[in-house]
């Protein structure tokens, strides 16, 4: 089912609609919410609370690619739901906190849109594999296996790329 019939069972409010997403995005869904939590029990709760609130937030919202709205509520849902912190943060911590907490200068909406900038300016496998790492919460092997690269290639990549996202979020002035 498509993304615009799914958005009108949404918002018809058609019990359908909780299965025809299940149907369409649930293997997409859990792979998201799987990668950043450990039990099987977690990711089903999770996408029973991301199911809540996109059934809450349509209407009024209306997204344009209903997907990817569901990927972050499931991102986040998953992320309140943890109780550590994912590796993925950790690693990428390194670029984006200075000496005082990003958020403390600059909302994270503007923090966000530099982010996606610096992103479009690089490679389309850079690109990728950053998105795969640090917003999917893949492992570096499944990022390797993803690309067909080997494991030291992937954390070679992530690394140039997180040191230039560093450099390039310094000289946009998100650091002193």
Same mark, same amino acid.
């Given at each position: 089912?498509?993304?615009?019939?799914?958005?009108?069972?949404?918002?018809?409010?058609? &019990?359908?609609?909780?299965? +025809?997403?299940?149907?369409?995005?649930? +293997?997409?869904? @859990? %792979?998201? #919410?799987?990668?950043?939590? %450990?039990?099987?029990?977690?990711?089903?709760?999770?996408?029973?609370?991301?199911?809540?609130?996109?059934?809450? +937030?349509?209407?009024?919202?209306?997204?344009?690619?209903?997907?990817?709205?569901?990927?972050?509520?499931?991102?986040?849902? #998953?992320?309140?739901?943890?109780?550590?912190?994912?590796?993925?943060?950790?690693?990428?911590?390194?670029?984006?906190?200075? =000496?005082?907490?990003?958020?403390?200068?600059?909302? /994270?909406? #503007?923090?966000? &849109? #530099?982010?996606?900038?610096?992103?479009?300016?690089?490679?389309?496998?850079?690109?990728?594999?950053?998105? @795969?790492?640090?917003?999917?919460?893949?492992?570096?092997? /499944?990022?390797?296996? =993803?690309?067909?690269?080997?494991?030291?290639? %992937?954390?070679?990549?992530?690394? =140039?790329? @997180?040191? =230039?996202?560093?450099?390039?979020?310094?000289?946009?002035?998100?650091?002193?």
């Amino acid at each position: 089912m498509g993304d615009e019939e799914l958005l009108a069972l949404l918002t018809a409010r058609s &019990e359908e609609a909780v299965s +025809a997403l299940n149907e369409t995005y649930g +293997a997409y869904c @859990r %792979t998201i #919410a799987g990668n950043i939590l %450990t039990s099987a029990e977690d990711v089903e709760e999770c996408l029973s609370d991301a199911c809540l609130a996109l059934w809450n +937030a349509i209407p009024p919202a209306r997204p344009q690619c209903l997907k990817a709205y569901l990927g972050t509520v499931v991102r986040n849902a #998953a992320l309140r739901r943890r109780r550590t912190v994912p590796e993925p943060a950790l690693e990428l911590d390194e670029a984006l906190i200075g =000496r005082d907490t990003v958020t403390e200068h600059w909302e /994270a909406k #503007a923090l966000g &849109e #530099a982010i996606s900038a610096f992103l479009r300016r690089e490679s389309a496998d850079a690109r990728g594999a950053f998105l @795969r790492r640090y917003w999917y919460a893949d492992s570096v092997e /499944a990022v390797a296996l =993803r690309f067909g690269w080997s494991v030291s290639k %992937t954390k070679s990549v992530l690394f =140039r790329t @997180r040191k =230039r996202l560093r450099a390039y979020l310094e000289k946009e002035g998100f650091f002193p």
